[in-house]
């Protein structure tokens, strides 16, 4: 089992940068595949990236690609959401979640029900 609490959310000016962390405990991020969601109020929470650290493939949203970068520290145990040129589109609670089942992760990354663990969120806001 692993626990998830991400960081680094806050408020940033349209076309600003944030970068997001989600620590991990308990297991390796490397042993996961790993994804960043997001929930705007009155919305339902969507897909953004996702990694499979093991390999390093990434996978993105349409809506943050070429803006938003996922990546991973194996030493830190932690996985991070660079986000830049940030819209007010973008405000949102960003999820991290742990997916165990690595070995279908390339055709399920984008699935919510697919992730076996979430952390509490982190609250992005853009001001325009």
């Known amino acids: 089992q692993v626990q998830l609490v991400e960081s680094g959310g806050g408020l940033v000016q349209s076309g600003g940068s944030l970068r997001l962390s989600c620590a991990a405990s308990g297991s390796t991020v490397s042993s996961y595949g790993m994804g960043w969601f997001r929930q705007a109020p009155g919305k339902d929470r969507s897909f953004v990236a996702a990694i499979n650290l093991s390999g390093g493939v990434t996978y993105y949203a349409d809506s943050v690609k070429g803006r938003f970068t996922i990546s991973g520290d194996n030493s830190k145990n932690t996985v991070y959401l660079q986000m830049n040129g940030l819209e007010p589109e973008d405000s949102a609670v960003y999820y991290c979640?742990?997916?165990?089942?690595?070995?279908?992760?390339?055709?399920?990354?984008?699935?919510?029900?697919?992730?076996?663990?979430w952390g509490q969120g982190t609250q992005v806001t853009v001001s325009s």
């Open positions: 979640a742990a997916d165990r089942t690595l070995s279908s992760f390339s055709a399920t990354y984008y699935l919510q029900y697919k992730y076996h663990y």
